[in-house]
Every structure is written in structure tokens, then in C-alpha cells.
DNA sequence: ATCCTCCCCTAC
DNA sequence: TAAGGTAGGGGAGGAT
């Protein structure tokens, strides 16, 4: 009610004055979009959950198709099958350990990791008893168990019962998978009175023995071999042995394990008659041998395991001094080493032999130039630890996202203070409605009360962004991923993302190349990644959702959470465009849903801007919004409404729900005997407290009702950095490990610097080859099946300060290497991890004010605290770095540029691109003044830098990407070349030398042709040259992008369109109710021109209404305040130009008439107010 | 109860 | 050959 409003601007609203800015004009400019540009696709808005398309293939995920595999396991099983009372019928076929099993499982801390890892990505795999592990292959299982064409196998295991326990390699599913589909029968549960039965084990601790000992207990390698073989070998050859305490090894071994075990079970009756159950029904199976000799020692055919009984982190560096990389065998190698040729069913063999040592990385190894390139042995020397970072994908996941978060909470504040400090903006917007509302982030909702939580994400993101300069390949199955897998036959590359057509032959994100290669053929093309367009593109996603969110939440790169309430209730109260494209039939249609609208609306916004389709889930709470984006996907929306929301839950497994993974889902089925939504509404609250903990049970209990009570999160502070490596891990000796380390703690601290952070507690985790596992592990260089350590401890300057200091934090975490006394040898990954971080306010900012108003107080903060124009001079800052180029940066980057600047100095490298006056600015344009930094100079930094930045939309001029893109060209010497370019001269024509350099060469050639091209157009005084032309385009894309900050005009349209002569002449009716987006704010420019233009044209042949006029200027010159930032000026002088633009077309000769005269009139009015205020706070006049 | 420490788990 | 990172929620169990 009580919004600031501008000047003296009245609150009542004539119908004569122009209603700047009203929410209307949304629908408006939908209304265009859909007749106009929009024609092109097949947009149908209304019908809400209408897909565009049905989902061209099952998948696996689907409860549907999970229900198919089982039928068909069911019958592939025949007699043989899992005894009914295992699980529910109709349920998942997990096989896991019975919780209630007191030796289910003893691995401590152990990490392992499936053969090639892929089988399960490690991800997969959880904990299943309390802090234990047993990690089981889950991801494929129906699949794999329903293949048809384990059918024809020899039923080699008939009238066997088995046992599988602990950590068993290939993961116990797959060797339950395989003597299943061989007639065996696999027991979940250990029975205590005589069953006989094999126990199929990697090891045998002493307590198991003892709990084993009137069992055959046997490796897995028994299993392998006579699957391969097919027929039955003898098992003794494969008989375990026992193997010391090594449960002493974690921190917590078996105690805990059988301290909490009976707890456990006194919990749960149920399942000890279940139990009871099985007994009987197991009791008639084989009875016959029940030897299996107390003292099994031994017998081993195939080389007598090394296991070596690691009771604690035996340090057997000296026992192998000769060649620590000679590919060791594995305790217990199936005699039969070759093979790996992977075939249909026995498909699963390139990981089953796993437990062989992988020989290709081992013979690498051996060479020393090619371990010095290809690993972590001298730590960062050969830029491995930065080369790493720079090619891990899963490294720039985690960035972006925090990145994003940043810049998300960047944008909000700025909204929120253009809202509430400076009003201006939000005047403008908000000023004719008689009711104008406070944006309070909190979205007050008008209409219904509903809450429209929109989850938007990218079709196989990688995929799409490789595909935008790759349109051959489209339609094709591809993925991304590093190698090109040309010759190799199973490389073991991660796919980061499949596009749907391979996904329709069973290929997934994570999986490997070389298994997805069995699965498509030759036909499988790969993308290589290329980091800086998913940077881009998700800018251009975020940009675009801005304009439509009350609230936004990253998610990650490709992912965000909308609240788009008031997007949707504005599109509600301004129904009338559906008329548009009479050729619809929508007679019949469903009433029409607004919020599906918009959602094509976003989808369509962010085609223009990326060529990249989204998927956007739309429901009333976060988690219902997460579900139907799934049902929504590829390429489509899914309203999912509260009326069928439990037909919508029930048939899902809770899996599918968003946070609940393998260890949830695992308890849930042990404790309920199900997993299926529909059928675990029956139980209370209590219980699932009970078993998941008091948040989580309660979590999991809302969520089977599509309750979900989080609201979309705000950026809080970071509470922990770190940085680990747990690929190419490889040391032969101690100072290899500690180099490396000690660079990984400087990379940490490098990490902190950049966001001026400090932290006074070092954790370091390192990963420890499993005794049992193979030397090398099926995954080229990865970590294997490992065992975890961490250690912590307090790091800081003498007075308990934090500190961020590389040294310190080097010797620190070698000093706890040391302390860990582990062999470097069986070293497979390290990390490091810091917390306690203050960074905040204390010393932090101690030379450049507090965060709360980053631009005034950092200006005030740098050298020149003066307001006169001196400050504004290209070296006034000591970093060389324009102060309000910087001050309008988010105060992270300002800190990390500034961070970056002091680290590059000190390193004494060769002149910093920013430091250089002369090079300073990103686009040093000729025709700025000389000596003055006026405000067309400032806004050159932030032009667009090459042209692939355009193609994803001029979103690439916001400062947002600028400041995201931050300072990477400062890193670059100006001498240096980019292929056949100077780092100089691409600076000169604007172009984002980082950019540049990983484009293809032919690409860079045309670049360098269009960007000189643009130059040569700006240096010859520009002037909009079609400018109907233009102000077609900008409409179209109208508040899609979200830009509008670039000079060129020319640029700013990209393709062509049809002339959009007719410009909306009657602003639609005002709407009290209707709000405009909060953060709109943030990327309001396009509106505003927008707005400006409906101004013009709603007066007819008429001049401007006073009232308006001075609304505008007020607006305009507000946006010259120092609190909005360079942004504000930016805008303004945009505003400028485009009004210009407008009266330059509709009164081509000025004073042709009176209403003429009074718009260029009013126009200069304008400029002489925004240019003196522009003097008196930025220190220099406007410059047009 | 509530906090703290040390993990596990989850997601992309 | 390949680049299996990381922040933050929260549970378990001990200290207060
Ligand atoms: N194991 C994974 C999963 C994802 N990603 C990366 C690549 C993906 O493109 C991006 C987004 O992940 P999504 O889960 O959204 O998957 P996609 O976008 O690829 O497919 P879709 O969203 O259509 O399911 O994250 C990855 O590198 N490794
Ligand atoms: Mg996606």
C-alpha cells in the first residue's frame, strides 16, 4: 500500500495517462508473441498437462515399466524365483541385506566402487546399515534382470542356495543377478539353524567366521568363473579364508554395528516373523553338506591372495620399493584373465572380471613420462590439479551453482532496492495502479490464494548446448563426454548427458561411453564439452526466468524454482489474447490454464534465447513441481494440480522422490516392506520418524501426500569450502602424496581468497585403496573401491584467528597426512575441506567498507572518496579496475576480482589486462573521451563481447555475465596469442579473449570478420538504421531477453523478423489486482523500453502528457542514483537512445507538427536532466 | 533439550 | 586413454 512513490506523482490514475508499465503489458506482449513470432511453433497454451508430445519412450524409471521388468523377471524366474514373502508382490526386487541380518555387513568405511564404477557411479550406492555400507548395484537391476535373453543360460546353479555378504565385488546385485538367471536361488537373509547354503564373501573377519563357519564361504571369483565357464567348479578353489580384524580400521567398526543391531531388531517384530517365515520355507532346500571347516586357511588355487590381514593401515610402501605400479594381481583372480568382450546378456562381463587389476592403466603407469602427465604425483606442478578442474564437469557443477546462487541473490537484493530505496524504477511500473503493492518478496498472492512453483529445467542440457553448433546431429543418439571413444573399445569416459535418442536405448547421464557404446552401436556420436556455452546459456535461462519470477531459486547450471504467481495471475486477468491465431481451433478446449501458458511462454523465451528446449513441472509446492517436470520431459509442461495429486504419487516408488535415494529408500522398504507411494500411506507419522529420523521421517511422510512445506531458498552464506581429487591419484613415496596435498591446500586457499573468506578448521579426507580391491580399478585412473578417512584440525593465526593462508594450510594438512600414517602408494584420492569460516564482516573488508551497500560504500572505501570526476578515471582504482564497473558487480565478484587482481600482481606476472589503463577496459571504444570516464564508457565494459555470446541472447551484455565472466580475461597476457590473434586485439574488438580461445579456429576467423565489421559500423557514428525493423525484434523477444544494454543495435537483432508495424496502441486495462513480478526489476530494461514505446505510440498523434513526462523523467533520473548502480545508468542511457529511436520514426522532421515539437522537446528535456544528474554523480555529462 | 562433531547422503 | 566435485541437510551419539 504504502509503496514510495515518485516525486509527486499523483495515486489516482486518469484513464488520459499512460499506464507505464502495468502488468498488462505481459499479456500484451504475449499476446504479440503468440500471433506474431510465436506462429511459428505449434504453441497451444491452454490444456493444461497437455504435453506436446507423448513420452517417446518408457522409462526405466516410470512405475509402468518397472511393473513390465518385474512380470517378466517373474517368468524368466520360474520356480526359482524370490520367495514371496521377500517383499510385497508387485514390489522392487531389491535384494539387500536384511537390516535385522547381524551380519549383513562389516565393511567400515569402506568406499567402493563398482567395477568400472559405473555400475554403480558411486552415487548410487549408500549406506544401509546405520554408518555401514554395503553398497549394492541398484541402478540397472530391473533392467538386467528382466533381459530375455538370460533365458538360454545353463541353469548351473539349480537347487543352490546362496548367501551373498558385505562388499562383495562386482556388487552384490549383479552376482545375485547372475546366479538367478542360472537356476540359483539367492537368500536375503542368513539363517542361523543348519540351511545349507554358499555365503558368497569378499572377506571373513573373525566374528563372521565365527558366525559362518558351518557354511561353504566362498569368494565371488567362484560365481565369476563358473558363469564364464558355464558349468559349476569346484568351489574350494575359491574357499575364503579368514582375514584379521580389519573392521578395526574405520573409526567405528563392528561395535557400533552390533551395539545397534539389537535395537534395531526389538523395533521390529514384523520382520523377525518374517523371518520365521523364510526359515521354514528355505529349511526343504539342498540339505546336504553343512562341512565347511572351522579353520578355512586358505586353500586357494589361484595365486594365494596377498590379502594381506590389514588389521590397521599397515604401511606396506617398502614391501613392493621395486615397482610400486607393477599391476599386482588381485588376492583373488579368476583363472581365467583375459576376456572382456562384452555381448548381450553377458554384457555385465566388462565389469564382472573386476576383480582384476585394470592391466591398461597399470602398463601406463609404468611409464614415467606419462605419469607425470596423466597424475596427481607432482601435485599441481604440471598443472594437473588446474587441468583437472578445468575439464571436470562434476567441478564446474558445483561452481556454477554457487556461482548462481550468488548471482541470484545479487539480483534479488537489487530488485528489492530499486523497489523499496530507490523507487524510481518500481514507480514507473507501479505508479498508475491505484493499488500498488509492496514487492515484498513474499508474493502476497491476489487472486486464488494458489501458489504457482514452477521447476524448470533443460532437456539433456549438455547435449542441447553441443548441438546448437551441431545441428546434424540432431535427432541422432549422442552424448557428451571426453573421449571421442574412436578406436577404444571400452572406454570408461563419463557421459555427462545422453541426448533422448540414446537415452531410448538405455543410456544414461553417468554411464560410461564404452557401455553405451554396447548398448547403441557404432551409431553413437559424442560431444565434446564445452563449458563456456552451458555458462552462457544458463545465464540466458536465468536471465529470462527473472522476468517471470517473484522467486528464484538455482537449482544448478540447467535447473531453477520459480515462484511464478504473479506471472500467472496477470496472465488470469488478461485473458483476451487467446483470440490470437484465429486458425486454433481451441473451441472445445479446456478452460484455458494460465499457468501452463506461461510456462510455454518461458519455454518459448528461452528457445529464442538458446535454441535449447526446457521442461517446466508446475504444481504448488516445490516437491510436486520437481515430480512433474519429470512427467513434462522431453520438451514439455506438466501442470500438476492438487485434484490428482494421489493418483499422481501413488503408483511412484519413493525413489523417484527428490531427495530420497538408495539409503532411504532402502530403509523404507525394510522397515514397510515397500517402497510404493500408494502403499506406504497407510502407515503414521511416527513410524517413519522412527525409522528416518524426526526431519527426514517426517519429510518422507509429507511427501507422500504431496506435502512439502520448504519455500524456495535464499543464497546463505557458504559454511564450508573445499576441493578434492579423486581421479589420478597415483604417488610412489610420501613427498609425491605430500606435494600434492600441500597444492591442494593451496588451491583451497586460492579458493577462499576469491571470495575473501577465511576458516580456522582443516578437515582433510583422503580415499585408501580397499584391500580387496584391484590395484587398478576398471575405471581408467579413477579411485576404485576405497576407504575413506578424514581428519580435522584447527588451523589459524597464533590468536585462534582464521586464516586462508596457503602455507598454513599446506603444512597443516600434510601434518595430518602424516598423522594418518597410510601407505602413499594405495593413496586413491584427497581432499580438503575448510569451515569455521568467518570471511564475513571482520577483517575481511577491512580496506573496502561493509557488504551491505556494496556501490556507495565501496566507492566511498577506494582511494578517490571524492565525488569529482577524477574518480572515475580509468586508473583511479588502485586495481585498475574501474570503481563503478565494480561497484556494480555483486560484492563476491567485487572480492574475487579484486582478489584476483592482488594475486596476479603479486605474482609478478606480465600486465594484467585490467591493470593496463590502456587495455583496461574490456572494450576500449575510440570514441570515448579521452581522460573522462563518462558513462558511454563504463557501459562499453559491458557490451557484448563476441558473437557467440550474442547467439545466446544479449543477455551477454547484462553486467550479471560480465561480472560472471568476471576477470578471466585479466589472467591473459595481452601479448600473448589465441591461435592466430593477439589477446590485444581481440580485446579491442570486444572480444572475450577466454571466449574466443575454445572456439573452433574457423569460428574465431568469423568472429574476428563480424567483430571488425561492428567496430568499423561504431566508429562511423552510429544510427539505427531500420529502426521498425529493431523495434520488431525487441518486441518480439520482448521480455525474453532481458538485455537491451548493448549499443549496437543492429546486433541486438538477430534474426530477422516480420515488420511488426502495428505497435499495441491501447494500453490494456489496468488491473489492480495484477501484479507485476518483483524481480522484474532486475531485468526490467526491455519492458521499460517497451513501455516507453507503448507511451509513444498510446498518444496517437498527440504530444506527451505532462504527467507521464515527468513520471518518465523522474524515473529517469532516479535510475542515476548512485544506490542503483551502473545498471541504473546504463538503463537510462538506453532509454535515451530507444526514445530517440521512436520519435526519430514517428516525427522523422521534429517540429513537423506541434504534438512533434512537444516529444523532442520533451526528449531533450530528458536527456539535459539525466545528463546534469548524470554529472553530478558519475562526474561526467552523458554522451549519447 | 540443545549443542557439537563427525560423518552419510543427495543432487546436479 | 580422462578429468569420480562439492555444499548443505541432517542423523547418531556424545558433551553440556
Ligand atoms: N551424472 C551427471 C548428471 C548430470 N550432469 C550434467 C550434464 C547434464 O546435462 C546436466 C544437467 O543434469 P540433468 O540431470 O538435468 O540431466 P540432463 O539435463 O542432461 O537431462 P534431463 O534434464 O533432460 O533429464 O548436468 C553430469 O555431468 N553428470
Ligand atoms: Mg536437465
Given amino acids: 500500500m504504502s509503496r514510495p512513490n515518485l516525486g509527486k506523482s499523483s495515486q489516482d490514475d486518469p484513464p488520459s495517462s499512460f499506464p507505464v508499465s502495468s502488468p498488462t503489458f505481459w499479456a500484451e506482449a504475449a499476446k504479440l508473441d503468440i500471433g ?3 506462429a511459428g511453433h505449434n504453441g497451444q497454451p491452454s490444456a493444461k498437462r497437455r504435453r506436446l508430445s507423448p513420452p517417446p519412450l518408457s522409462l526405466p524409471r516410470s512405475p509402468l515399466a518397472r511393473m513390465e521388468q518385474l512380470e517378466e523377471l517373474a517368468a524368466l524366474q520360474g520356480p526359482s524365483g524370490i520367495p514371496e514373502r521377500e517383499r510385497s508382490p508387485g514390489t522392487t526386487l531389491s535384494y539387500l541385506p536384511n537390516r535385522a541380518d547381524p551380519f549383513a555387513d562389516l565393511s567400515s568405511h569402506s568406499y567402493l566402487a563398482g567395477a568400472e564404477y559405473a555400475p554403480n557411479k558411486f552415487g548410487d550406492i549408500g549406506d544401509y546399515m546405520r554408518k555401514k555400507e554395503i553398497k549394492v548395484q541398484t541402478q540397472n537391476r530391473d533392467i538386467a534382470l528382466a533381459d530375455p535373453a538370460a533365458a538360454n543360460l545353463p541353469q548351473i546353479f539349480k537347487d543352490l542356495s546362496f548367501y551373498i555378504n558385505g562388499n562383495t565385488h562386482p556388487p552384490m546385485e549383479e552376482i545375485r543377478k547372475m546366479i538367478l538367471q542360472r537356476g540359483g536361488e539367492v537368500r536375503p537373509v542368513l539363517r542361523s539353524k543348519g540351511m ?6 569378499p572377506m571373513l573377519t573373525q566374528m563372521k567366521f565365527k558366525q559362518f563357519v558351518n557354511y561353504k564361504v566362498v569368494r565371488e571369483g567362484w560365481i565369476l568363473e563358473s558363469c564364464k565357464e558355464g558349468k559349476l567348479l569346484d568351489w574350494t578353489r575359491w574357499k575364503l579364508a579368514v582375514q584379521g580384524g580389519w573392521e578395526e580400521e574405520g573409526r567405528k567398526g563392528l561395535e557400533g554395528f552390533f551395539k545397534g543391531e539389537p535395537t534395531q531388531r526389538a523395533k521390529r517384530e514384523r520382520e523377525e516373523e518374517e523371518e520365521e517365515e523364510e526359515e521354514e520355507e528355505v529349511e526343504e532346500r539342498s540339505a546336504k553338506q553343512v562341512d565347511m571347516p572351522g579353520s578355512t586357511k586358505v586353500t586357494s588355487p589361484p595365486p594365494a591372495p596377498v590379502v594381506s590381514s590389514s588389521t590397521k593401515l599397515a604401511t606396506p610402501s617398502k614391501l613392493q620399493p621395486v615397482d610400486p605400479f607393477a599391476s599386482r594381481q588381485s588376492p583373488v583372480k579368476p583363472p581365467t584373465p583375459k576376456k572382456e568382450t562384452p555381448k548381450r546378456a553377458e554384457t555385465q562381463w566388462e565389469f564382472y572380471a573386476s576383480k582384476e587389476s585394470n592391466e591398461d592403466a597399470a602398463r601406463l603407469l609404468k611409464d614415467q613420462e606419462w605419469r607425470l602427465k596423466n597424475t596427481a604425483e607432482r601435485g599441481n606442478e604440471g598443472g594437473f590439479i588446474d587441468g583437472y578442474y578445468q575439464n571436470s564437469r562434476l567441478h564446474h557443477l558445483s561452481t556454477w551453482k554457487t556461482e548462481l546462487r550468488v548471482l541470484v541473490a545479487t539480483a534479488q537484493r537489487q530488485s528489492e532496492e530499486n523497489s523499496l530505496a530507490a523507487p524510481a524504477p518500481t514507480t514507473l511500473s507501479h505508479l498508475s495502479l491505484s493499488t500498488s503493492v509492496l514487492p515484498t518478496r513474499a508474493a502476497p498472492v491476489v487472486g486464488t490464494g494458489q501458489k504457482y512453483i514452477f521447476h524448470v529445467d533443460f532437456d539433456c542440457f549438455f547435449v542441447s548446448c553441443g548441438l546448437a553448433t551441431r545441428p546434424h546431429l540432431c535427432g541422432k543418439p549422442s552424448v557428451v563426454c571426453h573421449s571421442t571413444g574412436g578406436r577404444m573399445e571400452g572406454s570408461t569416459s563419463e557421459i555427462a548427458s545422453a541426448s533422448y535418442e540414446a537415452r531410448a536405448k538405455g543410456v544414461k547421464n553417468g554411464m560410461s561411453l564404452g557401455r553405451a557404446r554396447t548398448l547403441v552401436g557404432e551409431d553413437l556420436l559424442t560431444i565434446p564439452y564445452e563449458f563456456e556455452t552451458y555458462k552462457k ?6 536471465t529470462v526466468l527473472m522476468g517471470y519470477a517473484d522467486e528464484l531459486q538455482a537449482v544448478s547450471v540447467d535447473e531453477a524454482l520459480i515462484d511464478a504467481t504473479s506471472a500467472v495471475a496477470a496472465r488470469e486477468a488478461a485473458p483476451e489474447e487467446a483470440d490470437e491465431d484465429g486458425a486454433e481451433k481451441r473451441i472445445p478446449k479446456r478452460p484455458r490454464d494460465a499457468a501452463v501458458e506461461i510456462a510455454q511462454k518461458i519455454r518459448d523465451d528461452i528457445r529464442k534465447e538458446t535454441g535449447c528446449e526446457v521442461s517446466i513441472g508446475i504444481s504448488h509446492n516445490v516437491f510436486l513441481s520437481k515430480l512433474a517436470t519429470r512427467r513434462a520431459k522431453p520438451a514439455g509442461v506438466y501442470h500438476l494440480t492438487t485434484a490428482e495429486i494421489p493418483t499422481f504419487l501413488a503408483p511412484l516408488d519413493v525413489e523417484d522422490f527428490p531427495s530420497v535415494g538408495y539409503s532411504i529408500k532402502s530403509k523404507i522398504e525394510e522397515k514397510f516392506g515397500t517402497t510404493i507411494a500408494g502403499e506406504l500411506m497407510e502407515h503414521p507419522k511416527g513410524a517413519f520418524r522412527g525409522v528416518l529420523g524426526p526431519k527426514t521421517g517426517e519429510m518422507v511422510w509429507g511427501y507422500l501426500r504431496g506435502m512439502d512445506d520448504r519455500k524456495l531458498e535464499p543464497h546463505k552464506e557458504r ?9 589420478g591419484i597415483r604417488f610412489r613415496n610420501d613427498e609425491q602424496a605430500e606435494i600434492c596435498v600441500r597444492d591442494l591446500a593451496a588451491e583451497v586457499a586460492k579458493r577462499m581468497k576469491q571470495v575473501n573468506a577465511k576458516g580456522r578448521l582443516l578437515t582433510l579426507k583422503i580415499m585408501k585403496r580397499h584391500p580387496e580391491a584391484p590395484i587398478e580399478p576398471p575405471k581408467f585412473l579413477g579411485h576404485g573401491w576405497c576407504e575413506t578417512f578424514n581428519k580435522s584440525s584447527s588451523v589459524g593465526t597464533k590468536g585462534g584467528g582464521s586464516t586462508d593462508d596457503p602455507e598454513i594450510l599446506g603444512v597443516e594438512a600434510v601434518k595430518l ?3 594418518l600414517g597410510l601407505d602413499p602408494v594405495e593413496l586413491r584420492g584427497v581432499g580438503i575441506q575448510m569451515t569455521k569460516l568467518d570471511g564475513e564482516k571482520a577483517e575481511r573488508e577491512a580496506g573496502q567498507g561493509a557488504e551491505r551497500e556494496p556501490p556507495p560504500i565501496s566507492r566511498s572505501a577506494l582511494p578517490n572518496a571524492s565525488a569529482g570526476p577524477s574518480r572515475l578515471a580509468p586508473a583511479a582504482s588502485s586495481d585498475g579496475i574501474d570503481p563503478d564497473f565494480l ?27 585490467p591493470v593496463k589503463p590502456t587495455l583496461a577496459p574490456a572494450k576500449p571504444l575510440p570514441r570515448a573521451a579521452p581522460g573522462r570516464h563518462s558513462a558511454a564508457h563504463i557501459s562499453k565494459q559491458l557490451r557484448p563481447k563476441t558473437k557467440t555470446q550474442m547467439k545466446a541472447g544479449q543477455i551477454a551484455d547484462l553486467a550479471l555475465y560480465s561480472a560472471w565472466n568476471k576477470a578471466k580475461a585479466g589472467e591473459l597476457d595481452p601479448t600473448s596469442k589465441i591461435g592466430l590473434y593477439f589477446v590485444k586485439d581481440l580485446c579491442e574488438l570486444g572480444i572475450d579473449p577466454t571466449v574466443f580461445s575454445e572456439l573452433p579456429s ?11 565489421r561492428k567496430q568499423r559500423q561504431r566508429l562511423a557514428l552510429h544510427r539505427p538504421a531500420d529502426t521498425s525493423r529493431i523495434r520488431a525484434k525487441e518486441r518480439e523477444a520482448d ?10 543495435r543492429a546486433s541486438t537483432s538477430p534474426r530477422g523478423s516480420r515488420a511488426g508495424s502495428l505497435p499495441v496502441t491501447r494500453p490494456a486495462v489496468v488491473r489492480p489486482e495484477s501484479r507485476r513480478p518483483a524481480m522484474l526489476n532486475a531485468t526490467k530494461l526491455p519492458d521499460v523500453l517497451d513501455t516507453i514505446t507503448k507511451w509513444v505510440d498510446s498518444r496517437g498523434g498527440k504530444g506527451p502528457a505532462e504527467r507521464d513526462a515527468k513520471k518518465v523523467e523522474a524515473y529517469l533520473v532516479k535510475l542515476m542514483e548512485p544506490g542503483v548502480g551502473l545498471g541504473g545508468v546504463e538503463a537510462a542511457i538506453e532509454c535515451l537512445k530507444w526514445l530517440k529511436v521512436i520519435l526519430g520514426e514517428r516525427w522523422k522532421d521534429e517540429a513537423d507538427r506541434k504534438a512533434g515539437k512537444e516529444w523532442w522537446d520533451t526528449w531533450r528535456r530528458f536527456l539535459g536532466s539525466v545528463s546534469k544528474r548524470c554529472e553530478e554523480t558519475m562526474g561526467a555529462p552523458i554522451r549519447l
Fill in 1039 to 1048: 521480455k525474453s531477453k532481458g538485455l537491451g544494454l548493448g549499443f549496437d
Fill in 1002 to 1012: 574457423d569460428m574465431q576467423k568469423e568472429v574476428i570478420t563480424e567483430e571488425r
Fill in 887 to 913: 561497484a556494480a558487480l555483486p560484492e563476491d565478484l567485487q572480492r574475487e576480482i579484486r582478489a584476483e587482481h592482488a594475486r596476479a600482481r603479486a605474482a609478478k606476472k606480465a600486465p594484467l589486462i
Fill in 537 to 542: 546459456y544458463s545465464l540466458a535461462f536465468y
Fill in 719 to 727: 559454511k564450508s569450502i573445499s576441493a578434492e581429487m579423486n581421479y
Fill in 196 to 201: 545349507v547354503k554358499y555365503i558368497i564373501a
Fill in 36 to 38: 506474431d513470432g510465436g
Fill in 817 to 819: 597426512l602424516r598423522t
